[in-house]
């Protein structure tokens, strides 16, 4: 299967599996369920969903790691829907629609995060009870990644740094906790779901370090050059705050030379993996515009 | 042992579990550490975190059970963080300091509370991995009571049903998911880890229930009667905001009654369980003022 139709595939399956494995709607009290949704179901490219079916597919059925893969979206989901809050970036665009706390307010805002959060420790601990060693280890790989000494320490030291120039390590500290682990994670997962070794684990984990820090430095470069339209968020944020990023320290040209860098990094880690789709992934992901 | 001096034994160890089961207030980035702290070490009852305790204890050793309360506690933290944030109940003070986000700001309060609930599920899947049945039986039972369906779902009734008369039933889902469900969870969460039987715990969760109940209406009763410095926390709000509590609906004796009437029958559920702690619990609790 080309590369392009297999991610259709997967998302087809995430997005299938969110109507199944999230409350539904009708469940009291309707408007929490009805803003959890709206956050999730809101187009978004489901890159962290498809990297635990990925990951997971190499070795087993992919179908096995969904209940996974719609938990680290729920995580996902959750840290956008806080991120925009208007006390901490006070963005009203996201995925194309308005953000939460615009569409509904701010109140059902905070909790429907809490509540995305929370669901996605109640999927794994459901879903993997059966195997409640590789439950419990999915669960330690999640928990810890969001945490706040890496996802949530990530998002503390950017809202630190906003109007004052970073040093590169703390840029690095950012993006690696920021972004990057969630997608380490969602990899990981995939691949204790599947049964690898721990030298194929550390493999696939290496890989998700090179894409998830290419990812952030490709999200900084789209934001000084791309338009809201392509984007579906507000774009020039970055530059409008100051904010330190690859492009104001390093400048465009350097900036997509070392995502570059690291796509050619991750596609060879793919050669040893024999992951074709994960190898493709690397040089989608370097090449997007949204 | 006398009960008080049970009671601040529990009170005692948890609060020395806390130094040392959460990260270092030097951990990166500091300042999350700070506030997850500041907020978690605010003098409180600690009652969830005694109840896994007290409910351990009746079966097994009650240390085994305090990275459990820990995480209770944890997570009961983080929903008064939330809910005390301007766009919720915007409360300026808890537990007798500023509420974290008036001691920090808020944007650092929504991140603290996202990371002690986080927190809470990292502690369940490190400290239960030698027993992962357990583990991820306590993970389904504390993410089960804290989900949109339950805890939130109670906090988002409570929103919604301000500023209009409640209907006795729905002010009945919001004490019974609101508060009720994270006590009963406690309680559950303790069975597990002692290994009661099925039976024993289903009488442990309905205690849980009429303590959980009476809690919620000696909180209506101490919001209506106490002053703020006794209560810590700033009181006369639920009139000034014409919410709906189980005063506003029944009157204060009728209430003095009904919370008399389940703190008897949690008392007398106790007997038949051979549990003497929990038995002079629900007396203390029916008559506590702050």
Redesign the interface.
């Known amino acids: 299967m080309e590369f392009k139709e297999k991610l259709s595939t997967y998302v087809a399956e995430i997005e299938q599996a969110f109507e199944t494995l999230l409350?539904p709607e009708s469940?009291?009290?309707v408007?929490?369920?009805q803003a959890?949704r709206y956050s999730l179901f809101a187009e978004g490219k489901r890159i962290r969903p498809a990297l635990v079916l990925a990951a997971c597919e190499r070795f087993d059925n992919p179908r096995n790691a969904l209940p996974a893969a719609v938990a680290v979206e729920c995580l996902h989901t959750?840290t956008l829907i806080?991120d925009d809050?208007p006390?901490?970036d006070d963005s009203p665009l996201r995925r194309g629609r308005p953000t939460c706390h615009i569409q509904f307010?701010?109140?059902?805002a905070?909790?429907?995060?809490?509540?995305l959060?929370?669901?996605a420790?109640?999927l794994?601990?459901?879903h993997?009870?059966g195997s409640?060693?590789k439950?419990?280890?999915l669960?330690?790989v999640l928990?810890?990644a969001?945490?706040?000494?890496h996802l949530?320490?990530g998002?503390?030291?950017d809202?630190?740094g906003e109007q004052r120039v970073l040093e590169q390590d703390e840029l690095n500290?950012i993006h690696i906790n920021k972004t990057s682990a969630l997608i380490e994670a969602s990899l990981e997962m995939g691949a204790i779901i599947g049964g690898a070794t721990p030298e194929q684990t550390s493999s696939i984990i290496s890989y998700g370090r090179c894409i998830g820090l290419g990812f952030q430095i490709v999200d900084d470069i789209l934001d000084a050059t791309s338009d809201t339209q392509t984007l579906g968020k507000s774009v020039g944020a970055d530059e409008a705050s100051n904010k330190s990023t690859y492009v104001a320290l390093h400048g465009l040209e350097k900036s997509r030379q070392y995502a570059t860098e690291l796509a050619t990094k991750a596609y060879q880690i793919c050669d040893g993996l024999d992951m074709p789709f994960l190898k493709d992934l690397a040089i989608y992901l370097n090449r997007r515009t949204n």
């Open positions: 409350p469940a009291r009290p408007r929490i369920h959890m959750y806080h809050l006390a901490v307010d701010e109140a059902t905070i909790l429907a995060g809490d509540a959060l929370t669901y420790f109640q794994l601990s459901r993997y009870a409640s060693d439950g419990i280890e669960i330690q928990s810890e969001s945490s706040s000494e949530i320490g998002q503390m030291e809202i630190l500290f």
